[in-house]
Nanobody
Framework: QVQLVESGGGLVQAGGSLRLSCAAS????????MGWFRQAPGKEREFVAA????????YYTDSVKGRFTISRDNAKNTVYLQMLSLQPEDTAVYYC???????????????WGQGTQVTVSS
């Protein structure tokens, strides 16, 4: 079992920045990657970014590539999402998750955090 706690969300104006953090605890030894997803009101959950735990390989959805950066601190079992040049369409609840199964970057996430709200005003 894995527990995840996100933090760092908040309210920012368009063009601003936020850095999200997600700390994992519990059975993290078999964790293959950690990822970020987001869900806006009335929308389905959307993949944002992921990073492999051993090699640090990254993958981003097209809408955030060049603006968001995912990184990790293996010693702290923590993943970060640095978000720059935020736009109103980035407004959503952001969730951290651990990938524990082989397959696509978009699949195999078994454990999820509670989410942190990101609101971007114009």
């Amino acid at each position: 079992q894995v527990q995840l706690v996100e933090s760092g969300g908040g309210l920012v104006q368009a063009g601003g920045s936020l850095r999200l953090s997600c700390a994992a605890s519990g059975r993290t030894f078999s964790m293959l990657a950690m990822g970020w997803f987001r869900q806006a009101p009335g929308k389905e959950r959307e993949f944002v970014a992921a990073i492999s735990w051993s090699g640090g390989r990254t993958y981003y959805t097209d809408s955030v590539k060049g603006r968001f950066t995912i990184s990790r601190d293996n010693a702290k079992n923590t993943v970060y999402l640095q978000m720059l040049s935020l736009q109103p369409e980035d407004t959503a609840v952001y969730y951290c998750a651990t990938k524990n199964r082989l397959g696509s970057w978009l699949e195999g996430y078994d454990y999820w955090g509670q989410g942190t709200q990101v609101t971007v005003s114009s």
